[in-house]
Each structure stands twice: as C-alpha cells, then as structure tokens.
C-alpha cells in the first residue's frame, strides 16, 4: 500500500504540470463536478436514508420506550428499562452465547476447508472446470432449503447419513435432539452451504499469485509443504482476511437455517440471536425489549466489523 | 521424484472428486426424494430406484400455491435487484471516478452499512408498513430488500469501474458527452460483464431472502422462502419430506441454470468483489 500511496501522491503533484499546457482550472472543475457526484450518489442516498438510517432510529427509539400494544406505536419514554430487562433475559444472554459459539467455530472450519479443497480444485486436469461449476451449486441453495434438506438428511430414524454411519457400526445419533450435537449440525449445515464460497474466492486468490516465485522456490530446492508455508500462505493473507470479513458480514447474520433446520432447539441450543429476537418481538409482541436487544446487537456487530475492516486492510498493506 | 509428484497429482485431484461428490451429494438426495413417493422415502435401508412418481410437484402445489409464490419472488427479486443496481452502480461509479468532498466518508458508510444486521431494521418497517397499510405488497418487499441489496453492489461495482481505463469516459467527454452521457453510454456498456454478474447476485440473494419476506408478508405476497419455510416446520408429523423436496428443487433449478450459464461473469465478479473490495 505504501507503494500505491507514494505513486497516488506523485500523480498528484505531477497534476498542475502536466495541465499547464491547457487552463489547469477549467479542466480540474471539469473533472470535480461535485453537483454530478451528488446527483449519482443521490438514488442510494434517498434509498439507504429512507430505508436502513431511518429504520435503525426508529429502533433506537422504540427500545428506549414503552411500546403500546394497544395502539401499536411506541409510548412514553421509559430510558434504559427495557436495556436493564434484556441484559438480565437469561435467554438472551444464551442466544448471544450460542451465536459467539457458532461464529468461533464455523468461520475458521469454511475458511480452512474452503482453502484445502480450493488448492485441491487447482490442480489442472480435464475435469478442473466442470467441478469448479459443480461445486458452485450448494451455494445457490436457498438457506432455508439447505435446512430443510439437511434436517432429512440428518433424521435419526430414516435418514442417509445414520444410516451409513450405522453401516461402520456407529449409532443412531440424535443430530438434532441432542443440545451438543444440534450446534454441530448448524455448523456442519452452515459450511455445507458456505464453503462453497471461500472456495470461489481462494481459488480466484491462488490463480491470481506471481508463478516466478514458484519457480524460485523449486530452483532453491524448496519441498512442496515447505512452499505452501513459507510461499502460497503468506501472499494468500490479504484474500484469507478478505474472505475472512465477507463471510463474517454473512454469518453475523445467521437466521434461515438455523430456522428451517433445528427452530433454535433443543432447548435453546442453536438459538441464534438473530432467532431470539424474532421471536421475542413477533411471537411474543414485546417490541421493546426486541428494539432494545437489536441495538445491542447492531453496535456490538459494528465494533467488531470495524475491527475485522481495520486488520483486513492491515494485512492487506503489510503482505 | 516424478512418480511421487505424479502420485500427489492423482491424490489430489481424487480428493477434489470426493469433495465435489460430498458437497453434490444432498441436492442429488433431494432431487431423487422429491420423485419418491412416502412409502419409498421412509424405509431402512435407504430406496436409491424406486417408483416414480410426479405427485410431490402435482398434488402438493396447488394446496400451498406454490405456483403464484414463485412468481410472487420472481416479481420481488427481479423488482429489488433493478433498483438497486440502478442506485448503486451509480453510486459506486460516483465513489470511484468523480472528485467529491466527503467521498471517502459515504463510501465508509455505505460500505459500513453491509454490516447492519436485518434484525435491527425488522421492527421499525413491520410496524410502519402496519400503519401505512402496506404489509403484504410487492412494494414492501422490495424496499426492504434494497436495504442489504445496494450497499451490496456500490461495493462489488467499486471493484470494477476501479479496473476501467479513465481514459475511456474522458474522451467520450472530450467529444462533447455529459457525465451522466458518458456513464450510461460508456462506462455501463463497458462494464456489462460486471453488472451483469452483479445483477445476477442480487436476483440470488433476493430469491432466498426469508426474514424481511417473512414479517412483511402474509398472504397475497408470500415469497417462496417463506413457503418453504411452512412446509418445513410442518415436517415433524413428517409427511411432507417428497412436497418439501419438490419446492426445493424447483427453487434451486432455475437459480442453478441462470449460473452455470453466467457462470464465468458470476465467478470473475464475486473474486474481485470479495479480493478487491
């Protein structure tokens, strides 16, 4: 980055010269055109003010208030009540566990599978293309219909996978009943889903890296393991945080299938937050401590996004 | 030597076909449960030939309107994608190219708002469409959509008008041409591979959609996820794996066409999005 930083820079101080021969003032409103990029941005903007600022205000404000049911607008301004009651909800508390749990382990679990089958789809052969489309297709199934499938798939009584299992004499397992394994099953569902994507973009990665240095490596006598380590892995760090931060946008956001596939249970096993909260605020109606949860929720995931931003471009100009 | 570099050849590319079979595997499950009839899909052992039979895709479709819901997300997704590719390839192509104060800052905050979890918008929209009387339109649900869709493509666009020559919109003004000349007569056709991987993304993203979908509808503009998601929870008196299946396919079956056809835009337009943003 340094490096871009320093050309940028000298475009800019070669600017003034270079436009000297023609009238450098006209030309540079020429280009500015501030009313223009107002006009282009303005579409978004009415769109994203309208849509997203607003609604997130909106939500702000009713935590902060007594929400009539009667009327169904927010009443009197309560303060900080409905905050005091959800961070003492033990069920919330639960679902942000369950949710921090999820995260931990099935954002390292894609990201490294993802990796090993992308350097696995590099080798080149005649069939390479074919399975780099193939392996697209989980990741067009629709959440909710990979929680549907997979909740057959996983049926303790009739379905495939118990029974191969019981084939090498393993089983039955319990994969959604039981509190343990459901999360394993959410995660295992997730990655079936989303490994597919770190896939795509590893493989965009590897394709993307300088060839010489390989040539480098194997001219120094370097072993295969040796490369990957010491080569491949350090210029891969920009597209692993980059990846890293995409699917992190995505799982943050985790509701579908959880939903279609364990309903948050048993118990409150798999009760993503995102889940709770629905369920609090329209199942249960209580608009305010959802508002007041959903805040929560929104500054905790932009603290850390901004942190994942921060890293994600650190790593990007240290690499 | 060879042998052996030749032997980790073959094991790797024996690995990638397992992988590829493993990950295949439960859409190939669902498409042969979705042609089973019950009695061939609850047995021990698992029935791989058995009887065809259409019913899960006849029977089962009328009774849940499967039909209008399909078009119901077709009318949504494609109405959601529209606009937002619109608002946001003009936006990214403003962030990119034209000088702005404060350009850095809406670029920030738009990019920033990928990350606001629909779960906090969800309350504010239900109660004022409530109060608007709009729940259960088209409408609704399409701007609820733009929501996640825009910031979406301002960052994938980004990515890609930063790739074009300058050089191109600048001789298309130079011949007299306004920006926004330039930008629809240049810069879009010049950029058609992106845009339409783009489009393509967000006809995906809004076609699977199912929490906006599920408060802000309830009858006449349910969407397929929402449906889907129906016959699901219905699952635990366990008789409608063949119907659920059915539904399944028919909602992956089109989506996995249009990409594999595309696939090549879809495939370079996500890396760089995801690499470059």
Redesign the interface.
């Known amino acids: 980055m340094s490096a871009v930083r320093t050309s940028s820079s000298r475009v800019g101080a070669s600017g003034p010269t270079r436009g000297s021969g023609g009238p450098p003032r006209a030309r540079k409103v020429r280009l500015g055109e501030p009313g223009t990029a107002w006009l282009f941005l303005t579409p978004a903007i009415v769109l994203l003010a309208g849509m997203l600022l607003y609604p997130i205000i909106y939500t702000v404000w009713v935590s902060f208030s007594d929400f009539d049911l009667s009327t169904f607008q927010p009443g009197d301004w309560i303060g900080l009540k409905n905050y005091e009651a959800v961070i003492h909800d033990p069920g919330f508390l639960q679902s942000l566990k369950v949710t921090g749990i999820y995260l931990v382990i099935a954002l390292p679990v894609q990201l490294i599978l993802g990796f090993a089958i992308a350097f696995l789809l590099n080798v080149e052969w005649r069939g390479r293309g074919v399975l780099r489309a193939l392996f697209l297709i989980p990741m067009v199934v629709a959440p909710v219909v990979a929680g549907g499938v997979w909740r057959m798939l996983l049926d303790p009584l009739w379905g495939v996978v118990n029974y191969a299992l019981g084939l090498v004499g393993i089983g039955p397992i319990e994969w959604i009943g039981d509190p343990t394994l459901a999360m394993v099953s959410l995660i295992l569902i997730d990655s079936w889903r989303w490994t597919p994507f770190i896939v795509l973009v590893a493989s965009a990665g590897i394709m993307a890296l300088p060839s010489d240095v390989y040539e480098a490596a194997r001219s120094d006598g370097a072993s295969r393991w040796q490369t990957l380590r010491h080569v491949t892995l350090p210029l891969l760090v920009p597209v692993i945080a980059a990846a890293f931060v995409v699917r992190w946008l995505g799982a943050v956001k985790m509701f579908d299938i959880a939903l279609a596939a364990t309903k948050g249970g048993p118990g409150q096993a798999t009760d993503v937050v995102n889940l709770y909260i629905y369920e609090k605020g329209f199942r249960g109606l209580e608009f305010g401590s959802a508002s007041s949860m959903a805040t929560i929720v929104l500054i905790i995931t932009m603290i850390i996004t901004f942190f994942l931003f921060r890293l994600s471009r650190y790593l990007e100009n240290r690499w | 030597m060879v042998s052996s570099s030749r032997l ?2 073959a094991a ?2 024996g ?3 397992l ?2 079979l493993v ?2 595997f ?2 190939i ?2 498409a042969s ?1 979705s042609f089973k009839l019950p009695r061939d ?6 029935r791989w030939f058995s009887e065809l039979t259409f019913d899960n895709y006849t029977s089962y479709f009328h009774q849940a309107r499967i039909l209008p819901r399909m078009v119901n997300t077709v009318i949504v997704a494609a109405g959601s994608a529209i ?1 937002s590719m ?3 390839a ?2 990214g ?3 990119t190219r ?4 404060g ?1 850095g800052v ?1 670029a920030g905050l ?1 990019l ?17 469409a ?2 608007l009387g709009l729940t259960d339109q088209y409408i609704t649900v399409i ?2 959509y ?2 996640f869709l ?2 979406y493509v ?1 960052w994938l666009m980004r990515a890609f008008f930063r790739g074009l020559p300058k050089e191109l919109e600048e001789a298309a ?1 130079l011949d007299g041409c306004s ?2 000349g330039a ?1 629809f007569r240049i810069i879009v056709p010049c950029s058609l591979p992106g845009l339409i991987s783009t489009m393509i993304y967000c006809i ?1 993203l809004a ?2 959609e ?2 906006f979908a ?2 802000l509808t309830n009858d006449r503009a349910v969407t ?2 929402v449906a ?2 129906g ?3 219905d ?1 635990e008196n366990g008789g409608l ?1 063949g119907p ?2 059915a ?2 396919v028919l ?2 079956l089109p ?2 066409i249009f ?2 056809a595309v ?1 090549k835009y ?3 337009g ?3 999005g ?2 470059k ?1």
């Open positions: 980790g050849r790797a590319i690995g990638a076909i992988a590829t990950f295949l439960p859409v499950y669902m449960i899909i609850f047995t021990v052992p698992p606009i619109v608002a946001g003009m936006a192509y403003a962030l034209l000088r702005m104060r350009a809406m738009i920033a708002s990928r990350a606001v979890p629909p779960i906090a918008l969800v309350v504010p929209m239900f109660l004022v409530r109060r701007l609820a733009v929501t825009v910031p301002v003004m920006r926004f930008f995906i076609w699977e199912l929490l599920l408060i397929i996820p889907i998601a016959i699901a929870a699952t794996w659920l299946a539904v399944g909602t992956v989506v996995v990409a594999l696939q879809l495939v370079k996500l890396a760089d995801a690499t943003g």
